[in-house]
């Protein structure tokens, strides 16, 4: 119990100088944040108001009606651009983490050695331990919390928006921005920072490697998304009434032939040839779609979050090593 009451005294000092000397930026940042959570709420309630006021027409979006044409185009427009304003969000959310990399491996370490406050701290108040468990404890809880509650209420605006143009949970501005998956990318952006702050120990070269690598690993498992998890594959004969699944992602589908080979879903898709005769001619006994169905959501997420978590952990054990070959 003492070494746990002594531990935390240790990191006080450390962290209330964090807090200080990052205060602006801080506060910025929470601005910002909560300028963006005003903003998705106030597109959930317009969205509220545009559906009220076109039912109040009594129109409906499929109506043949001359006279409903011209309110389901208006609402249609409205949707569209409330929707958009949802996706550039998501988009924000899945970029924040690299943003959070550049800053935490330039200003909050790089810096710190450029002019030479860390090791002037080290001898002065605390262990270089506590100052780097400082810049990772700190930051690491402001930036979950923040980023919780930014995908959260994206979430929940989108399922208020709904309408002509409702969003899928496949799509990278949906996925990459709900779950469990922006927190875990928010800490891997915090160690891959950190990291590169403690290896580079220059501002802009730092900045730099936090923004490419976080961006990397982001660009690279969104990519990989979709071998996370095994997909599901239905068959189905040509000719009969197979409907696709609902809300799934679908990865591949095609024909494949008596021997085995898998030819392109659009071999017979040419509407002067009859398909049904083009694809006999092929050998064609069955197609298939690979798809993720709506259930494999949170399996994905989890995945991809266990693997985010790893990477972070490496990174941060990384700047440990680094540190301490640093100060000998």
Not at 47 to 61: I, K, Q
Request: with cysteine.
């Amino acid at each position: 119990m003492s070494t746990l009451t002594t531990n935390a005294r240790t990191l006080r000092g450390p962290s209330r100088v964090l807090l200080r000397v990052h205060r602006r930026t801080l506060w910025g940042a929470g601005a910002v944040a909560a300028a963006a959570i005003v903003g998705m709420i106030a597109v959930a309630l317009l969205a509220d108001r545009f559906t009220t006021g076109f039912a109040g027409t009594g129109c409906d979006l499929d109506s043949s009606v001359r006279a409903c044409f011209q309110p389901a185009r208006d609402y249609s427009d409205q949707m569209l651009g409330l929707g958009r304003m949802l996706t550039y969000l998501g988009l924000a959310v899945i970029a924040l983490p690299a943003a959070i990399g550049a800053f935490v491996a330039g200003p909050m370490v790089a810096r710190e050695w450029e002019s030479n406050t860390a090791k002037l701290s080290w001898t002065q108040s605390y262990p270089p331990s506590a100052w780097l468990t400082a810049r990772l404890a700190v930051p690491a809880m402001l930036v979950v919390c923040g980023i919780t509650v930014l995908s959260a209420v994206l979430t929940w605006s989108r399922h208020r928006l709904g309408g002509p143009f409702p969003t899928y949970w496949y799509e990278v501005s949906v996925f990459g921005a709900s779950g469990t998956v922006p927190a875990a990318s928010a800490l891997l952006g915090l160690s891959i920072g950190t990291l590169a702050g403690l290896t580079l120990r220059r501002t802009v070269p730092a900045m730099a490697a936090g923004l490419f690598v976080s961006g990397l690993v982001t660009v690279v498992l969104g990519m990989l998304r979709d071998s996370l998890w095994p997909a599901v594959r239905d068959t189905f004969t040509p000719g009969d009434d197979y409907i696709w699944p609902d809300q799934a992602a679908i990865i591949a589908w095609g024909w494949q032939t008596k021997g085995g080979d898998v030819l392109p879903a659009g071999i017979c898709a040419d509407g002067s040839v009859d398909r049904k005769v083009c694809l006999s001619e092929r050998g064609v006994t069955h197609g298939f779609l690979d798809h993720h169905p709506a259930s494999h959501y949170w399996p994905l997420q989890l995945v991809e979050t266990g693997i985010l978590l790893a990477l972070a952990a490496l990174a941060v054990f990384a700047a440990f090593r680094v540190l301490r070959r640093l100060h000998g």
